[in-house]
Protein backbone atom coordinates (compact mmCIF):
# COMPACT_ATOMS: atom_id res chain seq x y z
CA UNK A 1 0.00 0.00 0.00
CA UNK A 2 0.37 3.54 -0.25
CA UNK A 3 3.56 4.80 1.80
CA UNK A 4 4.62 8.14 3.64
CA UNK A 5 7.85 8.50 4.90
CA UNK A 6 7.96 11.60 6.88
CA UNK A 7 11.56 13.22 8.32
CA UNK A 8 13.09 13.45 11.35
CA UNK A 9 10.89 12.03 13.29
CA UNK A 10 11.87 14.24 16.65
CA UNK A 11 14.04 17.03 16.49
CA UNK A 12 15.44 19.42 19.88
CA UNK A 13 16.25 23.06 18.53
CA UNK A 14 17.54 25.85 20.19
CA UNK A 15 14.92 29.09 19.86
CA UNK A 16 15.99 31.52 17.30
CA UNK A 17 16.71 28.60 14.46
CA UNK A 18 14.72 26.86 12.47
CA UNK A 19 14.26 23.62 11.55
CA UNK A 20 13.37 21.83 8.05
CA UNK A 21 10.85 18.79 8.10
CA UNK A 22 10.26 16.04 4.96
CA UNK A 23 7.10 14.53 3.41
CA UNK A 24 7.78 11.79 0.82
CA UNK A 25 5.66 9.79 -0.55
CA UNK A 26 7.82 6.72 -1.32
CA UNK A 27 5.98 4.26 -3.64
CA UNK A 28 3.15 6.73 -5.17
CA UNK A 29 2.86 10.46 -6.25
CA UNK A 30 0.97 13.19 -4.28
CA UNK A 31 -0.38 15.86 -6.15
CA UNK A 32 -1.60 17.01 -2.86
CA UNK A 33 0.02 16.86 0.55
CA UNK A 34 -1.49 18.09 3.99
CA UNK A 35 0.41 19.60 7.14
CA UNK A 36 -1.02 19.41 10.31
CA UNK A 37 0.16 20.39 13.76
CA UNK A 38 -1.20 18.26 16.98
CA UNK A 39 -1.01 19.33 20.42
CA UNK A 40 -0.62 16.74 23.14
CA UNK A 41 -4.39 14.98 23.95
CA UNK A 42 -6.21 17.42 20.79
CA UNK A 43 -7.15 16.45 17.25
CA UNK A 44 -5.12 17.02 13.83
CA UNK A 45 -5.17 20.58 13.41
CA UNK A 46 -4.43 21.65 9.58
CA UNK A 47 -2.15 23.90 8.53
CA UNK A 48 -1.67 23.84 4.84
CA UNK A 49 -2.29 22.17 1.78
CA UNK A 50 0.73 21.89 -0.56
CA UNK A 51 0.33 21.47 -3.75
CA UNK A 52 3.08 20.27 -6.23
CA UNK A 53 5.02 23.23 -8.44
CA UNK A 54 2.30 25.97 -6.68
CA UNK A 55 2.34 28.33 -3.93
CA UNK A 56 0.73 26.39 -0.14
CA UNK A 57 -2.28 27.50 1.27
CA UNK A 58 -2.34 27.91 4.25
CA UNK A 59 -5.68 27.60 6.93
CA UNK A 60 -6.74 30.71 8.71
CA UNK A 61 -4.26 31.98 11.54
CA UNK A 62 -1.26 29.65 10.25
CA UNK A 63 1.68 32.50 9.64
CA UNK A 64 3.00 31.46 6.34
CA UNK A 65 6.21 33.25 6.47
CA UNK A 66 6.86 31.49 9.61
CA UNK A 67 5.81 28.26 8.20
CA UNK A 68 7.51 27.74 4.81
CA UNK A 69 6.03 24.94 2.74
CA UNK A 70 7.62 24.07 -0.86
CA UNK A 71 6.38 20.94 -2.81
CA UNK A 72 8.96 21.13 -5.70
CA UNK A 73 8.21 17.66 -6.57
CA UNK A 74 5.22 15.13 -6.83
CA UNK A 75 6.95 12.90 -4.12
CA UNK A 76 8.29 15.48 -1.74
CA UNK A 77 7.00 18.15 0.66
CA UNK A 78 9.06 19.94 3.28
CA UNK A 79 7.81 22.11 5.60
CA UNK A 80 10.24 24.64 7.65
CA UNK A 81 9.69 26.26 10.79
CA UNK A 82 11.37 29.85 10.71
CA UNK A 83 12.51 31.45 13.77
CA UNK A 84 11.24 28.76 15.83
CA UNK A 85 10.28 29.45 19.35
CA UNK A 86 9.06 27.34 22.38
CA UNK A 87 5.59 27.84 21.73
CA UNK A 88 6.19 26.18 18.14
CA UNK A 89 6.89 22.94 19.64
CA UNK A 90 4.07 20.37 18.67
CA UNK A 91 3.77 17.43 16.94
CA UNK A 92 3.85 17.65 12.86
CA UNK A 93 2.44 15.01 10.76
CA UNK A 94 1.90 15.45 7.11
CA UNK A 95 -0.26 13.13 4.97
CA UNK A 96 -0.95 12.57 1.11
CA UNK A 97 -3.47 11.70 -1.52
CA UNK A 98 -2.34 9.49 -4.02
CA UNK A 99 -2.21 11.29 -7.27
CA UNK A 100 -5.17 10.51 -10.16
CA UNK A 101 -6.01 7.59 -8.87
CA UNK A 102 -9.57 8.58 -7.92
CA UNK A 103 -9.08 7.27 -3.75
CA UNK A 104 -9.90 9.41 -1.19
CA UNK A 105 -7.43 8.35 1.05
CA UNK A 106 -5.20 10.29 2.85
CA UNK A 107 -2.08 8.38 4.00
CA UNK A 108 0.08 9.95 6.91
CA UNK A 109 3.82 9.79 7.70
CA UNK A 110 5.03 8.72 11.43
CA UNK A 111 5.01 12.56 12.19
CA UNK A 112 7.56 14.82 13.54
CA UNK A 113 7.77 15.88 17.24
CA UNK A 114 9.41 19.06 17.81
CA UNK A 115 11.02 20.62 21.09
CA UNK A 116 12.00 24.14 20.52
CA UNK A 117 14.08 25.43 24.11
CA UNK B 1 -16.79 25.68 6.36
CA UNK B 2 -17.00 21.85 7.78
CA UNK B 3 -17.27 22.30 11.41
CA UNK B 4 -17.19 18.16 13.02
CA UNK B 5 -18.39 17.44 16.57
CA UNK B 6 -17.21 14.18 18.19
CA UNK B 7 -19.24 12.33 21.43
CA UNK B 8 -18.00 11.42 23.74
CA UNK B 9 -14.32 12.55 24.55
CA UNK B 10 -13.48 9.87 26.74
CA UNK B 11 -14.68 6.46 27.04
CA UNK B 12 -14.24 3.17 29.26
CA UNK B 13 -15.56 -0.18 28.33
CA UNK B 14 -15.32 -3.21 30.49
CA UNK B 15 -13.29 -5.97 27.13
CA UNK B 16 -15.91 -7.42 25.49
CA UNK B 17 -18.36 -5.22 25.75
CA UNK B 18 -19.39 -2.93 22.68
CA UNK B 19 -18.24 0.96 22.15
CA UNK B 20 -19.97 3.33 20.42
CA UNK B 21 -18.71 7.29 19.26
CA UNK B 22 -21.11 9.37 17.66
CA UNK B 23 -19.78 12.32 15.58
CA UNK B 24 -22.04 15.11 13.81
CA UNK B 25 -21.10 17.37 10.87
CA UNK B 26 -22.05 20.46 9.48
CA UNK B 27 -21.64 20.70 5.72
CA UNK B 28 -23.52 18.80 3.83
CA UNK B 29 -22.10 18.86 0.48
CA UNK B 30 -19.30 16.54 2.47
CA UNK B 31 -19.32 13.16 1.40
CA UNK B 32 -16.82 11.07 2.42
CA UNK B 33 -16.05 10.24 5.92
CA UNK B 34 -13.20 8.06 7.29
CA UNK B 35 -12.32 6.89 11.03
CA UNK B 36 -9.21 7.20 12.22
CA UNK B 37 -7.37 5.15 15.15
CA UNK B 38 -4.22 6.41 16.76
CA UNK B 39 -1.62 4.97 19.51
CA UNK B 40 0.38 7.53 21.70
CA UNK B 41 2.88 9.07 19.42
CA UNK B 42 2.20 7.42 16.28
CA UNK B 43 0.71 8.10 13.36
CA UNK B 44 -3.22 7.99 12.53
CA UNK B 45 -4.37 4.93 10.63
CA UNK B 46 -7.75 4.63 8.35
CA UNK B 47 -9.94 1.82 10.40
CA UNK B 48 -13.20 2.24 8.37
CA UNK B 49 -14.77 4.48 6.12
CA UNK B 50 -18.06 4.95 4.58
CA UNK B 51 -19.29 7.20 1.59
CA UNK B 52 -22.63 9.30 1.57
CA UNK B 53 -24.34 7.24 -1.07
CA UNK B 54 -23.73 4.21 1.88
CA UNK B 55 -25.79 3.68 5.17
CA UNK B 56 -23.73 1.24 7.14
CA UNK B 57 -20.78 -0.29 6.38
CA UNK B 58 -18.82 -3.30 8.49
CA UNK B 59 -15.55 -4.40 8.64
CA UNK B 60 -15.24 -7.98 11.44
CA UNK B 61 -15.87 -5.42 14.80
CA UNK B 62 -15.66 -2.52 13.69
CA UNK B 63 -18.74 -0.69 12.04
CA UNK B 64 -19.88 2.36 10.92
CA UNK B 65 -23.81 4.19 10.05
CA UNK B 66 -24.48 7.49 7.88
CA UNK B 67 -27.67 9.01 8.77
CA UNK B 68 -27.25 12.36 6.02
CA UNK B 69 -29.99 13.74 7.22
CA UNK B 70 -29.35 14.45 10.66
CA UNK B 71 -25.71 14.82 9.56
CA UNK B 72 -24.37 11.95 11.80
CA UNK B 73 -22.50 8.99 11.84
CA UNK B 74 -21.34 6.67 14.31
CA UNK B 75 -18.61 4.36 14.99
CA UNK B 76 -19.03 0.98 16.56
CA UNK B 77 -16.88 -1.84 18.30
CA UNK B 78 -17.90 -4.69 19.17
CA UNK B 79 -16.36 -7.81 21.32
CA UNK B 80 -13.78 -4.76 22.49
CA UNK B 81 -10.16 -5.78 23.09
CA UNK B 82 -7.04 -4.15 24.99
CA UNK B 83 -5.40 -3.05 21.51
CA UNK B 84 -8.42 -1.18 20.79
CA UNK B 85 -7.60 1.26 23.28
CA UNK B 86 -6.11 4.87 21.33
CA UNK B 87 -7.75 7.85 20.08
CA UNK B 88 -10.05 7.63 17.40
CA UNK B 89 -10.93 10.51 15.00
CA UNK B 90 -13.85 11.51 12.93
CA UNK B 91 -13.34 13.10 10.17
CA UNK B 92 -15.78 14.59 7.16
CA UNK B 93 -15.14 15.53 3.63
CA UNK B 94 -15.39 15.41 0.06
CA UNK B 95 -13.80 13.58 -2.91
CA UNK B 96 -10.20 14.00 -3.33
CA UNK B 97 -10.01 16.90 -0.50
CA UNK B 98 -8.66 17.42 2.84
CA UNK B 99 -10.82 15.98 6.06
CA UNK B 100 -11.59 17.88 8.97
CA UNK B 101 -11.64 15.75 12.00
CA UNK B 102 -13.42 15.81 15.27
CA UNK B 103 -11.67 16.74 18.47
CA UNK B 104 -11.55 13.03 19.27
CA UNK B 105 -12.36 10.53 21.56
CA UNK B 106 -9.80 8.43 23.98
CA UNK B 107 -11.18 4.89 24.33
CA UNK B 108 -10.08 2.62 27.60
CA UNK B 109 -10.87 -0.90 27.40
CA UNK B 110 -10.24 -2.28 30.92
CA UNK B 111 -9.36 -6.24 31.03
Known amino acids: GAVVSQHPSWVICKSGTSVKIECRSL??????MFWYRQFPKQSLMLMAT?????????EQGVEKDKFLINHASLTLSTLTVTSAHPEDSSFYIC?????????????FGAGSRLTVL | GENVEQHPSTLSVQEGDSAVIKCTYS??????FPWYKQELGKRPQLIID?????GEKKDQRIAVTLNKTAKHFSLHITETQPEDSAVYFC??????????FGPGTRLSVLP
Open chain 1, 95 to 107: SAIERDTGANVLT
Open chain 1, 27 to 32: DFQATT
Open chain 1, 50 to 58: SNEGSKATY
Open chain 2, 27 to 32: DSASNY
Open chain 2, 50 to 54: IRSNV
Open chain 2, 91 to 100: AAGSYGQNFV
